[in-house]
Antibody, heavy 123, light 111 residues
Framework: QVQLQQSGPGLVKPSQTLSLTCAISGDTVSSNSAAWAWIRQSPSRGLEWLGRTYYRSRWYSEYAVSVKSRISINADPSKNHFSLQLTSVTPEDTAVYYC?????????????WGRGTLVTVSS | QSVLTQPPSMSAAPGQEVTISCSGSSSNIGNNYVSWYQQFPGTAPKLLIYDNNKRPSGIPDRFSGSKSGTSATLGITGLQTGDEADYYCGTWDYSPTAGRVFGTGTKVTVL
C-alpha cells in the first residue's frame, strides 16, 4: 500500500523559507511513470498546484507561474522522499500543504495524497 | 483564483441524484482530461474520477464523470449521508500563466 508521510514545521516567520518533506512508502520517487507534486489549499485561493518533480532518465521540475521565482521541489532517491522549499514567505502563503502522487492515464491525475500540513506564516 | 467554475453548493435527499458541473475553457477542459476529487472536512482530497469518466478501484459506480466541450460533470446517484463533502474538478491549463488547475469546489449537502 502506497503512503505519503509529510513532515515539516507548522509555523514559519515572514520572509523566511518554508520547507516540507514527503516520504514515500510503497513506491519509488524515481518511478518512470509517476510524478511527485505539492499542492496547497487556503480559503482565499482554494486548491492551488505549486509544482512537481519527476524522473525520466534525468530529473525534471515544473512550477506554477505564481510561485516560480520562490519555489524549489527536489527529490532524494537515497531517502525516497521529495521536498518543497518556498522562500520569502508572507502571510498569503498560509495554507494546508499537501504532497501528492501524480499518475498518468490518458492524462495526469493525483491518485494519492498526503494528510496535509497546516503551515502558518506569522511572526 | 480558480479558472474552473463550479456551483458553490448543491443539496438533495438521500437516494436522489446530484449533478455537479465544472465549467472551463478551450485552454483547459476543452483540450484535456478531467479528474474529480472528494474532500471531507479536515482531510486530504481523494481521487474519485480520472480521465473524464474512469473510477479508481474501490470507488462505487454511483459516481460517474463525463465531459462535453469545455465543461465536465460529476454525477452522484443514490445519494448517501456519507457523500456529504466538498467536490473538486481538476485538469491542465495551457494558458501562459497556468499549469494544473482545480475547480472552485462544490459543497454537497444530503438533506
Amino acid at each position: 500500500q502506497v503512503q505519503l508521510q509529510q513532515s515539516g514545521p507548522g509555523l514559519v516567520k515572514p520572509s523566511q523559507t518554508l520547507s516540507l518533506t514527503c516520504a514515500i512508502s510503497g513506491d519509488t520517487v524515481s518511478s518512470n511513470s509517476a510524478a511527485w507534486a505539492w499542492i496547497r489549499q487556503s480559503p482565499s485561493r482554494g486548491l492551488e498546484w505549486l509544482g512537481r518533480t519527476y524522473y525520466r532518465s534525468r530529473w525534471y521540475s515544473e512550477y506554477a507561474v505564481s510561485v516560480k521565482s520562490r519555489i524549489s521541489i527536489n527529490a532524494d532517491p537515497s531517502k525516497n522522499h521529495f521536498s518543497l522549499q518556498l522562500t520569502s514567505v508572507t502571510p498569503e502563503d498560509t495554507a494546508v500543504y499537501y504532497c501528492a502522487r501524480d499518475q498518468w492515464g490518458q492524462d495526469w491525475y493525483f491518485d494519492l495524497w498526503g494528510r496535509g500540513t497546516l503551515v502558518t506564516v506569522s511572526s | 483564483q480558480s479558472v474552473l467554475t463550479q456551483p458553490p453548493s448543491m443539496s438533495a435527499a438521500p437516494g436522489q441524484e446530484v449533478t455537479i458541473s465544472c465549467s472551463g475553457s478551450s485552454s483547459n477542459i476543452g483540450n484535456n482530461y478531467v479528474s474529480w476529487y472528494q474532500q471531507f472536512p479536515g482531510t486530504a482530497p481523494k481521487l474519485l474520477i480520472y480521465d473524464n469518466n474512469k473510477r479508481p478501484s474501490g470507488i462505487p459506480d454511483r459516481f460517474s464523470g463525463s465531459k462535453s466541450g469545455t465543461s465536465a460533470t460529476l454525477g452522484i446517484t443514490g445519494l448517501q449521508t456519507g457523500d456529504e463533502a466538498d467536490y473538486y474538478c481538476g485538469t491542465w491549463d495551457y494558458s501562459p500563466t497556468a499549469g494544473r488547475v482545480f475547480g472552485t469546489g462544490t459543497k454537497v449537502t444530503v438533506l
